[in-house]
Protein backbone atom coordinates (compact mmCIF):
# COMPACT_ATOMS: atom_id res chain seq x y z
CA UNK A 1 0.00 0.00 0.00
CA UNK A 2 1.79 3.46 -1.40
CA UNK A 3 0.45 6.53 0.47
CA UNK A 4 1.21 9.89 -1.29
CA UNK A 5 -0.20 13.24 -0.58
CA UNK A 6 -1.94 15.28 -3.12
CA UNK A 7 0.13 18.68 -1.79
CA UNK A 8 3.20 16.83 -3.20
CA UNK A 9 2.21 14.28 -5.38
CA UNK A 10 5.13 10.63 -6.08
CA UNK A 11 8.58 13.16 -4.64
CA UNK A 12 11.77 11.76 -6.95
CA UNK A 13 12.49 10.08 -3.71
CA UNK A 14 9.02 8.26 -3.87
CA UNK A 15 9.77 7.67 -7.48
CA UNK A 16 12.79 5.92 -6.99
CA UNK A 17 11.28 3.49 -4.05
CA UNK A 18 8.88 2.59 -6.51
CA UNK A 19 11.57 1.67 -8.91
CA UNK A 20 13.30 -0.39 -6.98
CA UNK A 21 10.63 -2.33 -6.00
CA UNK A 22 8.88 -3.15 -9.15
CA UNK A 23 10.74 -6.16 -9.88
CA UNK A 24 9.45 -7.88 -6.31
CA UNK A 25 5.97 -6.21 -5.72
CA UNK A 26 3.21 -6.96 -8.40
CA UNK A 27 0.61 -5.93 -6.23
CA UNK A 28 -0.06 -2.10 -5.14
CA UNK A 29 -2.88 -0.13 -3.48
CA UNK A 30 -1.91 3.46 -4.50
CA UNK A 31 -3.53 6.07 -1.89
CA UNK A 32 -3.88 9.86 -2.10
CA UNK A 33 -4.24 11.05 1.00
CA UNK A 34 -4.59 15.01 2.31
CA UNK A 35 -8.12 14.69 0.21
CA UNK A 36 -9.35 16.80 2.28
CA UNK A 37 -7.17 19.54 1.48
CA UNK A 38 -8.97 19.74 -2.30
CA UNK A 39 -12.15 21.51 -2.22
CA UNK A 40 -14.95 19.26 -3.88
CA UNK A 41 -15.22 20.74 -7.36
CA UNK A 42 -11.18 20.52 -7.76
CA UNK A 43 -11.24 17.16 -6.34
CA UNK A 44 -11.95 15.22 -10.09
CA UNK A 45 -9.03 17.21 -11.55
CA UNK A 46 -6.50 16.50 -9.06
CA UNK A 47 -6.85 12.92 -9.20
CA UNK A 48 -6.64 12.77 -12.11
CA UNK A 49 -3.45 14.39 -12.53
CA UNK A 50 -1.91 12.43 -9.39
CA UNK A 51 -3.34 9.34 -11.60
CA UNK A 52 -1.24 10.34 -14.74
CA UNK A 53 1.48 10.78 -13.15
CA UNK A 54 1.24 7.39 -11.33
CA UNK A 55 0.82 5.67 -15.01
CA UNK A 56 3.43 7.97 -16.64
CA UNK A 57 6.01 7.13 -14.54
CA UNK A 58 5.63 3.99 -13.58
CA UNK A 59 4.48 2.85 -17.05
CA UNK A 60 1.41 0.51 -15.36
CA UNK A 61 -0.79 2.43 -18.36
CA UNK A 62 -4.71 1.96 -17.39
CA UNK A 63 -4.23 -0.40 -14.39
CA UNK A 64 -4.18 2.38 -11.87
CA UNK A 65 -6.82 2.54 -9.30
CA UNK A 66 -6.56 5.09 -6.83
CA UNK A 67 -7.73 5.62 -3.41
CA UNK A 68 -8.97 9.07 -2.71
CA UNK A 69 -8.90 9.52 1.76
CA UNK A 70 -8.20 11.72 4.05
CA UNK A 71 -6.79 10.14 7.34
CA UNK A 72 -7.24 12.89 9.67
CA UNK A 73 -11.67 12.95 9.19
CA UNK A 74 -11.54 9.01 8.74
CA UNK A 75 -9.71 9.59 12.78
CA UNK A 76 -11.99 12.34 13.29
CA UNK A 77 -14.95 9.67 12.43
CA UNK A 78 -13.67 6.80 14.59
CA UNK A 79 -13.19 8.50 17.56
CA UNK A 80 -17.13 10.54 17.02
CA UNK A 81 -18.45 7.34 15.63
CA UNK A 82 -19.43 9.35 12.70
CA UNK A 83 -21.00 6.86 9.67
CA UNK A 84 -21.22 10.05 7.20
CA UNK A 85 -17.82 11.36 8.42
CA UNK A 86 -16.30 8.05 8.01
CA UNK A 87 -17.74 7.33 4.58
CA UNK A 88 -16.22 11.21 3.23
CA UNK A 89 -13.05 10.35 4.38
CA UNK A 90 -12.72 7.42 1.70
CA UNK A 91 -11.38 4.81 4.49
CA UNK A 92 -14.59 2.51 4.40
CA UNK A 93 -13.76 2.03 -0.09
CA UNK A 94 -10.13 1.30 0.82
CA UNK A 95 -10.58 -1.29 3.70
CA UNK A 96 -13.59 -2.83 1.87
CA UNK A 97 -10.62 -3.49 -1.45
CA UNK A 98 -8.15 -4.46 1.51
CA UNK A 99 -10.35 -7.03 2.62
CA UNK A 100 -11.52 -8.41 -0.82
CA UNK A 101 -8.04 -8.67 -1.62
CA UNK A 102 -7.48 -10.63 1.45
CA UNK A 103 -10.40 -12.77 0.72
CA UNK A 104 -9.78 -13.40 -2.72
CA UNK A 105 -6.25 -12.63 -3.99
CA UNK A 106 -3.91 -13.27 -1.45
CA UNK A 107 -2.64 -16.83 -1.89
CA UNK A 108 -2.77 -16.43 -5.63
CA UNK A 109 -0.89 -13.27 -5.79
CA UNK A 110 1.78 -14.95 -3.42
CA UNK A 111 2.48 -18.10 -5.13
CA UNK A 112 2.49 -15.59 -8.63
CA UNK A 113 5.69 -14.04 -6.17
CA UNK A 114 7.35 -17.21 -5.65
CA UNK A 115 6.73 -18.95 -8.97
CA UNK A 116 8.63 -16.00 -9.99
CA UNK A 117 11.19 -16.03 -8.41
CA UNK A 118 11.74 -19.74 -8.59
CA UNK A 119 11.81 -18.92 -13.03
CA UNK A 120 14.36 -16.34 -12.06
CA UNK A 121 16.80 -19.01 -10.25
CA UNK A 122 15.84 -21.79 -13.12
CA UNK A 123 16.71 -19.48 -15.93
CA UNK A 124 20.00 -18.68 -14.23
CA UNK A 125 20.37 -22.33 -13.79
CA UNK A 126 19.42 -23.58 -17.30
CA UNK A 127 22.11 -20.61 -18.56
CA UNK A 128 24.88 -22.30 -16.96
CA UNK A 129 24.10 -25.23 -17.87
CA UNK A 130 23.73 -24.21 -21.66
CA UNK A 131 27.15 -22.71 -21.40
CA UNK A 132 30.51 -24.03 -22.78
CA UNK A 133 31.97 -26.49 -20.93
CA UNK A 134 35.61 -26.25 -19.67
CA UNK A 135 36.46 -29.44 -19.73
CA UNK A 136 36.92 -31.52 -22.88
CA UNK A 137 33.64 -33.04 -23.69
CA UNK A 138 33.41 -36.92 -23.81
CA UNK A 139 30.68 -39.24 -24.86
CA UNK A 140 29.83 -39.88 -21.13
CA UNK A 141 29.52 -35.66 -20.05
CA UNK A 142 27.58 -35.02 -23.57
CA UNK A 143 25.22 -37.38 -22.24
CA UNK A 144 24.89 -36.00 -19.26
CA UNK A 145 24.85 -32.48 -20.22
CA UNK A 146 21.91 -33.62 -22.84
CA UNK A 147 20.11 -35.16 -19.80
CA UNK A 148 20.36 -32.54 -17.85
CA UNK A 149 19.65 -29.75 -20.43
CA UNK A 150 16.43 -31.64 -20.74
CA UNK A 151 15.24 -31.89 -17.22
CA UNK A 152 16.24 -27.92 -17.11
CA UNK A 153 13.82 -27.37 -19.95
CA UNK A 154 11.28 -29.56 -18.93
CA UNK A 155 11.45 -27.66 -15.14
CA UNK A 156 11.49 -24.16 -16.70
CA UNK A 157 8.26 -25.04 -18.97
CA UNK A 158 6.89 -26.65 -16.00
CA UNK A 159 7.35 -23.26 -13.88
CA UNK A 160 6.29 -21.06 -16.80
CA UNK A 161 3.14 -23.07 -17.13
CA UNK A 162 2.08 -22.59 -13.53
CA UNK A 163 2.98 -18.93 -13.64
CA UNK A 164 1.24 -18.14 -16.18
CA UNK A 165 -2.13 -20.12 -14.18
CA UNK A 166 -1.30 -18.20 -11.19
CA UNK A 167 -1.29 -14.86 -12.94
CA UNK A 168 -4.04 -15.27 -15.07
CA UNK A 169 -5.77 -16.23 -11.86
CA UNK A 170 -4.59 -13.21 -10.12
CA UNK A 171 -5.00 -10.61 -12.81
CA UNK A 172 -8.47 -11.69 -13.35
CA UNK A 173 -9.24 -10.38 -10.14
CA UNK A 174 -12.29 -12.27 -9.48
CA UNK A 175 -13.80 -15.72 -7.79
CA UNK A 176 -13.71 -18.74 -9.67
CA UNK A 177 -17.02 -20.11 -10.56
CA UNK A 178 -19.18 -21.68 -7.68
CA UNK A 179 -17.13 -19.52 -4.88
CA UNK A 180 -18.23 -16.90 -2.63
CA UNK A 181 -18.91 -13.51 -3.66
CA UNK A 182 -17.16 -11.24 -1.23
CA UNK A 183 -20.13 -9.10 -0.91
CA UNK A 184 -21.89 -12.17 1.12
CA UNK A 185 -19.11 -13.71 2.62
CA UNK A 186 -17.04 -10.38 4.22
CA UNK A 187 -19.93 -10.29 7.15
CA UNK A 188 -19.94 -13.90 7.69
CA UNK A 189 -15.79 -13.52 7.81
CA UNK A 190 -16.26 -10.62 10.16
CA UNK A 191 -18.86 -12.41 12.40
CA UNK A 192 -16.52 -15.31 12.83
CA UNK A 193 -13.35 -12.81 13.61
CA UNK A 194 -15.58 -10.65 16.26
CA UNK A 195 -16.67 -14.33 18.05
CA UNK A 196 -13.40 -15.43 18.48
CA UNK A 197 -12.62 -11.70 19.90
CA UNK A 198 -15.62 -12.01 21.81
CA UNK A 199 -13.44 -14.53 24.44
CA UNK A 200 -10.10 -15.00 24.18
CA UNK A 201 -8.84 -18.65 23.89
CA UNK A 202 -6.97 -19.75 26.69
CA UNK A 203 -4.11 -21.72 25.17
CA UNK A 204 -2.29 -24.10 27.30
CA UNK A 205 0.83 -25.12 25.18
CA UNK A 206 1.36 -28.89 24.16
CA UNK A 207 3.80 -31.06 26.88
CA UNK A 208 5.48 -33.60 24.98
CA UNK A 209 8.41 -35.66 27.14
CA UNK A 210 11.49 -34.29 24.87
CA UNK A 211 10.25 -30.69 26.08
CA UNK A 212 10.10 -31.95 29.97
CA UNK A 213 13.32 -33.43 29.46
CA UNK A 214 15.11 -30.30 28.31
CA UNK A 215 12.69 -28.51 31.41
CA UNK A 216 14.91 -30.69 33.84
CA UNK A 217 18.12 -29.26 32.65
CA UNK A 218 17.52 -25.85 33.89
CA UNK A 219 18.24 -24.59 37.39
CA UNK A 220 14.78 -23.74 37.78
CA UNK A 221 12.11 -25.08 38.84
CA UNK A 222 10.28 -26.55 35.88
CA UNK A 223 6.61 -26.20 36.67
CA UNK A 224 6.76 -22.63 37.55
CA UNK A 225 8.75 -21.78 34.91
CA UNK A 226 6.15 -23.32 32.66
CA UNK A 227 3.10 -21.85 34.33
CA UNK A 228 5.07 -17.76 34.11
CA UNK A 229 5.68 -18.81 30.38
CA UNK A 230 1.39 -19.91 30.14
CA UNK A 231 0.83 -17.06 32.23
CA UNK A 232 3.24 -14.22 29.92
CA UNK A 233 1.40 -15.66 26.58
CA UNK A 234 -2.24 -15.22 28.50
CA UNK A 235 -0.92 -11.49 29.46
CA UNK A 236 0.33 -10.79 26.50
CA UNK A 237 -2.62 -11.78 24.13
CA UNK A 238 -5.03 -9.94 26.76
CA UNK A 239 -3.04 -6.61 26.63
CA UNK A 240 -3.64 -6.89 22.83
CA UNK A 241 -7.46 -7.33 22.70
CA UNK A 242 -7.81 -4.54 25.47
CA UNK A 243 -6.18 -1.25 23.66
CA UNK A 244 -7.93 -2.54 20.45
CA UNK A 245 -11.34 -4.40 21.05
CA UNK A 246 -14.52 -2.90 22.41
CA UNK A 247 -15.59 -6.47 22.81
CA UNK A 248 -13.14 -7.65 25.12
CA UNK A 249 -13.29 -4.51 27.07
CA UNK A 250 -16.54 -4.64 27.65
CA UNK A 251 -16.09 -8.27 28.71
CA UNK A 252 -13.00 -6.84 31.27
CA UNK A 253 -15.29 -4.57 32.67
CA UNK A 254 -17.98 -7.12 33.72
CA UNK A 255 -15.59 -9.59 35.54
CA UNK A 256 -14.21 -6.55 37.04
CA UNK A 257 -10.64 -7.16 35.74
CA UNK A 258 -8.25 -9.87 36.92
CA UNK A 259 -6.02 -9.93 40.95
CA UNK A 260 -4.09 -7.37 42.06
CA UNK A 261 -0.83 -8.98 41.44
CA UNK A 262 -2.01 -9.82 37.11
CA UNK A 263 -3.31 -6.30 37.00
CA UNK A 264 0.28 -5.51 37.80
CA UNK A 265 1.85 -7.44 35.89
CA UNK A 266 -0.78 -6.45 32.76
CA UNK A 267 0.12 -2.70 33.02
CA UNK A 268 4.40 -3.62 33.09
CA UNK A 269 3.25 -4.88 29.41
CA UNK A 270 1.07 -2.28 28.57
CA UNK A 271 1.93 1.56 27.54
CA UNK A 272 -0.26 4.41 29.25
CA UNK A 273 -2.97 4.44 25.90
CA UNK A 274 -3.54 0.70 26.13
CA UNK A 275 -4.19 1.01 29.62
CA UNK A 276 -6.27 4.02 29.42
CA UNK A 277 -8.50 2.47 26.80
CA UNK A 278 -8.54 -1.24 28.71
CA UNK A 279 -9.40 0.19 31.90
CA UNK A 280 -11.70 2.74 31.19
CA UNK A 281 -14.78 0.96 30.94
CA UNK A 282 -14.13 -0.93 34.11
CA UNK A 283 -13.28 2.14 36.63
CA UNK A 284 -16.83 3.66 34.49
CA UNK A 285 -18.75 0.99 35.83
CA UNK A 286 -17.02 0.71 39.29
CA UNK A 287 -18.13 4.12 39.58
CA UNK A 288 -21.60 3.52 38.71
CA UNK A 289 -21.96 0.89 41.49
CA UNK A 290 -20.05 2.80 44.33
CA UNK A 291 -22.97 5.62 43.33
CA UNK A 292 -25.68 2.27 43.70
CA UNK A 293 -23.47 1.49 47.08
CA UNK A 294 -24.16 5.93 47.96
CA UNK A 295 -27.86 5.70 47.85
CA UNK A 296 -28.29 2.25 49.96
CA UNK A 297 -25.14 1.95 51.85
CA UNK A 298 -23.51 -1.20 52.03
CA UNK A 299 -21.14 -3.06 54.14
CA UNK A 300 -17.24 -2.82 53.70
CA UNK A 301 -17.41 -6.72 52.51
CA UNK A 302 -19.30 -5.52 49.44
CA UNK A 303 -16.67 -2.85 48.29
CA UNK A 304 -14.50 -5.25 49.20
CA UNK A 305 -16.12 -7.99 46.94
CA UNK A 306 -15.58 -5.28 44.24
CA UNK A 307 -11.66 -6.42 43.57
CA UNK A 308 -10.63 -9.57 41.87
CA UNK A 309 -9.17 -12.53 43.88
CA UNK A 310 -7.13 -15.68 43.11
CA UNK A 311 -10.25 -17.90 43.02
CA UNK A 312 -12.10 -15.89 40.20
CA UNK A 313 -9.32 -14.42 38.43
CA UNK A 314 -8.89 -15.25 34.50
CA UNK A 315 -4.95 -15.53 34.86
CA UNK A 316 -5.30 -17.17 38.27
CA UNK A 317 -7.36 -19.74 36.52
CA UNK A 318 -4.64 -20.67 33.52
CA UNK A 319 -2.30 -21.24 35.75
CA UNK A 320 -3.85 -23.87 38.03
CA UNK A 321 -4.82 -25.75 34.63
CA UNK A 322 -1.42 -25.23 33.56
CA UNK A 323 -0.37 -26.22 36.70
CA UNK A 324 -2.61 -29.14 37.22
CA UNK A 325 -1.78 -30.54 33.77
CA UNK A 326 2.51 -30.51 33.92
CA UNK A 327 2.05 -32.00 37.71
CA UNK A 328 0.31 -34.91 35.96
CA UNK A 329 2.69 -35.03 33.04
CA UNK A 330 5.86 -35.21 35.36
CA UNK A 331 4.33 -37.57 37.78
CA UNK A 332 3.52 -39.85 34.46
CA UNK A 333 7.32 -39.78 33.52
CA UNK A 334 8.91 -40.47 37.04
CA UNK A 335 6.69 -43.75 37.24
CA UNK A 336 9.00 -44.81 34.22
CA UNK A 337 12.78 -45.11 34.58
CA UNK A 338 13.93 -43.42 32.59
CA UNK A 339 11.87 -40.29 33.42
CA UNK A 340 13.11 -40.91 37.12
CA UNK A 341 16.74 -40.92 35.75
CA UNK A 342 16.41 -37.81 34.03
CA UNK A 343 14.53 -36.21 37.19
CA UNK A 344 17.94 -37.84 39.73
CA UNK A 345 20.28 -35.24 37.64
CA UNK A 346 18.02 -32.33 37.70
CA UNK A 347 17.48 -29.66 40.27
CA UNK A 348 13.96 -30.84 40.82
CA UNK A 349 10.89 -28.66 42.14
CA UNK A 350 9.81 -26.09 44.15
CA UNK A 351 8.07 -27.15 48.05
CA UNK A 352 4.50 -26.37 46.38
CA UNK A 353 4.80 -28.16 43.56
CA UNK A 354 7.03 -31.24 45.48
CA UNK A 355 3.78 -31.90 47.45
CA UNK A 356 1.56 -31.37 44.59
CA UNK A 357 3.88 -33.58 42.59
CA UNK A 358 4.07 -35.92 45.70
CA UNK A 359 -0.16 -36.23 45.84
CA UNK A 360 0.16 -37.29 42.12
CA UNK A 361 3.08 -40.10 41.83
CA UNK A 362 1.58 -43.96 41.77
CA UNK A 363 4.16 -45.54 44.46
CA UNK A 364 5.39 -45.12 48.01
CA UNK A 365 8.73 -45.78 46.34
CA UNK A 366 8.12 -42.92 44.06
CA UNK A 367 7.59 -40.32 47.07
CA UNK A 368 10.47 -41.76 48.60
CA UNK A 369 12.34 -40.87 45.82
CA UNK A 370 11.40 -37.37 45.69
CA UNK A 371 11.82 -36.62 49.11
CA UNK A 372 15.42 -38.03 49.26
CA UNK A 373 16.24 -36.00 45.81
CA UNK A 374 14.77 -32.71 47.28
CA UNK A 375 16.60 -33.34 50.66
CA UNK A 376 19.97 -34.07 48.52
CA UNK A 377 19.14 -30.63 46.78
CA UNK A 378 18.58 -28.65 49.87
CA UNK A 379 21.51 -29.90 51.58
CA UNK A 380 23.76 -28.99 48.35
CA UNK A 381 22.79 -25.62 47.81
CA UNK A 382 23.76 -25.17 51.58
CA UNK A 383 26.93 -26.50 51.31
CA UNK A 384 27.54 -24.59 48.50
CA UNK A 385 26.59 -21.15 49.74
CA UNK A 386 28.11 -21.82 53.20
CA UNK A 387 31.56 -21.78 50.61
CA UNK A 388 30.44 -19.00 48.86
CA UNK A 389 29.97 -17.17 52.32
CA UNK A 390 33.65 -18.13 53.58
CA UNK A 391 35.29 -17.19 50.07
CA UNK A 392 33.87 -13.60 49.95
CA UNK A 393 36.75 -12.31 52.13
CA UNK A 394 38.89 -9.91 49.62
CA UNK A 395 41.87 -12.46 49.73
CA UNK A 396 39.56 -15.77 48.48
CA UNK A 397 36.91 -13.59 46.07
CA UNK A 398 38.30 -15.09 43.32
CA UNK A 399 38.18 -18.38 44.38
CA UNK A 400 34.30 -18.50 44.29
CA UNK A 401 32.57 -20.57 41.53
CA UNK A 402 29.26 -19.94 39.58
CA UNK A 403 27.77 -22.36 41.51
CA UNK A 404 28.28 -21.32 44.68
CA UNK A 405 27.28 -17.86 43.54
CA UNK A 406 23.87 -18.66 42.99
CA UNK A 407 23.11 -21.29 45.51
CA UNK A 408 21.06 -18.54 47.49
CA UNK A 409 18.60 -17.70 44.53
CA UNK A 410 18.29 -21.79 43.80
CA UNK A 411 17.47 -22.48 47.66
CA UNK A 412 14.93 -19.81 47.58
CA UNK A 413 13.18 -21.05 44.15
CA UNK A 414 13.12 -24.42 45.95
CA UNK A 415 11.93 -22.92 49.21
CA UNK A 416 8.87 -20.41 47.62
CA UNK A 417 8.76 -20.96 43.41
CA UNK A 418 9.38 -18.65 41.33
CA UNK A 419 8.97 -15.02 41.92
CA UNK A 420 6.92 -14.04 38.81
CA UNK A 421 4.00 -16.98 40.18
CA UNK A 422 4.17 -16.68 43.70
CA UNK A 423 0.10 -16.62 44.11
CA UNK A 424 -1.45 -15.53 47.35
Known amino acids: ?42 RDDV ?30 AKLAGDPVLAEQSGLPVLEAALAAFLVEEKSAAFLAVIAHKILVIAKEIGKGILSEPSSPATSESICQSATVRLDSAVAIAAI ?29 IKTRQSERIRRPAVIIPTLAAADMAADLQIPDC ?21 SSDERTQNEFAVERGFCPLHTWQLLAISSPHGASVGYAQLAEQLAQQLTKYLAVPAEGEAVRRLVRDSQNCRVCNLIRQAETDYIHKLAGMIDHTDGRKQYRYSPGVCLRHLGMLMDNVATTEDRKFLLGHAARCFAEDAEDMQSYAMKYEAVRRALHNRNEEDAYRRAIIRLVGDRSVCLP
Open 47 to 76: LNFVTGIIQTKTGCGGLVKVFPVSARNGLS
Open 1 to 42: MFVTGVDTPLTSLELAFIKDIENYVDKIFWVINKIDLVADNE
Open 222 to 242: PVCRHIAKCSDKFLEYWQYRL
Open 160 to 188: MAVRTKLEAMYRGCRPEKGSKDVDTELPA
